[in-house]
């Protein structure tokens, strides 16, 4: 648990669900619920009761996290004027079609309408369940009771896999997270060396300062109102009621990765496969970042700085990692300042993206600004490189429940997707979207997007081109993770109908 953590009080810790707080790695056996409410009553009741883990609670065996769809709220019986007080994205839903699909790069194999859920079927609950070796059955049955089932009916169950530290490509994954800073104060050394990865609290968790210092806009009512008086203070309106405080905004998308076209084509290249691909990724199949790493840091932050430690200003052409590398696109590390209490004047600036001199422009100017916390799980079976290349190879269908947490779905989730992994003209490329996880569909003026550039010390680039498609979406849905007290709000409007 890093310092800063330690700081939030206890009742914050309790009032959250653990999620916020910890990935479960320790828990190597998950799987995902999909729910949609059968009987408005009954499953009040459930929601009302059910076992969550919240974030005070160490060392857990199983675990359960339960949120909810705008459709699920409605289902529930939440008032549509306090529907009204979440964010636009979430209540649009992911595959809402007038533009964000496209913003989103769904279009084609990716579009809602061939998704296997999400889309026709968007389901009103996700029930996360996570438990030690061995231990999920039983969790499950425990969890899937006969109260359970008077309320809601199963659309989908979606098991996971452990993939240990790899995700299905074969790469190490999960290394690069932001830590939460509860404070929002002034940056240690270490945080410095991790270049930008302490980031304020309300970047994350809705009832907190965000990185402009401000609060996100959620749902805030007036302390009056039937069952308002358990929800936690607002921060910012101090006689009202905060519905947003310790939840936050889930991002669900089902992502299947095709393994053997992945590496059946990069081995089809000429000379090095494995470096073009890891050139594609950004980092070595063992994590290491391609640009070299501080190194000068020791205790506590020196293995996150390990593979944290390093920025992109000594590699400014894209020498050692290019420019339209997938790890580069998801993080361009760049305009990251130290943050912390600042003048109006301070957080004007930072707010219009603007900073430190020598920023290629401002879609890449602020990385800080659009961070997400990952907490998805590998599913399918691993198939390694050298299996895949084999013509005889199965198709082990695997994939990635792709799942961050984040405060702001316009700015942090659908501003990475859009402006950086699907653009094809992100950092002043053209022609090409993000290697690993682009739809390679021509951009809105015809020109394609399935190249490649892997600048060389000679000057002449090396282009790969006519890079298939190697992810598809196949499900998704924007659900709110309630705080404790927030939980138990949503579902009093649901015994009240």
């Not at 060396?193 to 609060?215: D, K």
């Not at 990251?336 to 401002?362: E, K, N, S, V, Y």
């Not at 659009?370 to 299996?387: A, D």
């Not at 282009?463 to 009093?492: D, E, M, N």
Request: net charge neutral; charged share 20%; hydrophobic share 45%.
């Amino acid at each position: 648990m890093n310092v800063a953590a330690k700081r939030m009080q206890p009742s914050e810790r309790k009032d959250m669900q653990g999620l916020l707080l910890t990935a479960y790695g320790g828990l190597p056996e998950a799987s995902f619920l999909l729910l949609s409410i059968r009987d408005r009553a009954a499953a009040a009741a459930w929601l009302a009761a059910a076992p969550i883990t919240c974030g005070d609670i160490r060392d857990a065996s199983k675990v359960l996290q339960l949120a909810l769809t705008a459709a699920g709220m409605r289902a529930l019986g939440v008032p549509e004027a306090i529907i009204a007080g979440f964010s636009a994205e979430f209540v649009a839903g992911m595959a809402e079609e007038d533009g964000r699909s496209r913003r989103l790069g769904d279009l084609e194999a990716n579009a809602p309408a061939r998704w296997r859920w999400g889309y026709r079927s968007v389901p009103h609950v996700l029930a996360a369940l996570y438990a030690e070796k061995g231990g999920l059955a039983a969790w499950r049955q425990r969890i899937a009771d006969d109260r359970f089932a008077a309320g809601f009916e199963i659309i989908d169950e979606l098991p996971t896999s452990d993939m240990g530290p790899k995700e299905p490509f074969g790469f190490t994954d999960g290394i690069s997270q932001p830590r939460l800073d509860w404070d929002h104060g002034p940056r240690d050394a270490a945080a410095l060396a991790e270049y930008g990865n302490l980031i304020a609290a309300g970047e994350f968790v809705l009832g907190y300062r965000n990185e402009y210092g401000f609060y996100t806009d959620r749902p805030v009512l007036d302390a009056g109102l039937p069952g308002a008086a358990g929800l936690p203070a607002a921060e910012d309106a101090a006689a009202k009621r905060d519905l947003g405080r310790n939840g936050t905004y889930l991002v669900f998308r089902e992502l299947h990765q095709d393994v053997r076209a992945f590496w059946r084509f990069f081995s089809s290249l000429p000379g090095d496969g494995r470096a073009v691909a890891e050139a594609c990724i950004g980092r070595r199949i063992d994590g290491t970042p391609l640009v070299p790493t501080t190194g000068s840091i020791r205790g506590i932050a020196a293995k996150a700085v390990a593979v944290n430690g390093f920025t992109y200003e000594g590699d400014p052409s894209g020498l050692a990692c290019p420019i339209g590398a997938h790890v580069r696109r998801a993080n361009p590390r760049t305009g990251d300042m130290p943050g912390g209490r600042q003048t109006w004047l301070g957080r004007f600036i930072r707010t219009l993206g603007l900073g430190p001199a020598d920023l290629q422009q401002d879609l890449v100017a602020a990385s800080r600004f659009h961070r997400i916390l990952r907490r998805g799980r590998e599913f399918g079976s691993y198939l390694p490189r050298e299996e895949a290349v084999k013509p005889e190879a199965p198709d082990p269908r695997a994939g990635l429940h792709f799942i961050c947490l984040n405060a702001n779905i316009a700015r942090q989730f659908e501003f990475v997707q859009n402006a950086w992994l699907a653009s094809a003209k992100f950092a002043g490329l053209s022609g090409e979207s993000d290697p690993v996880i682009g739809n390679r569909l021509p951009d809105p003026a015809g020109e394609a997007t399935d190249a490649f550039t892997m600048p060389q010390p000679n000057g002449i680039a090396r282009r790969v081109a006519a890079i298939p498609q190697f992810v598809t979406v196949a499900g998704g849905a924007y659900f709110f993770l309630p705080g404790v007290s927030a939980l138990r709000f949503l579902a009093a409007c649901g015994s009240a109908g």
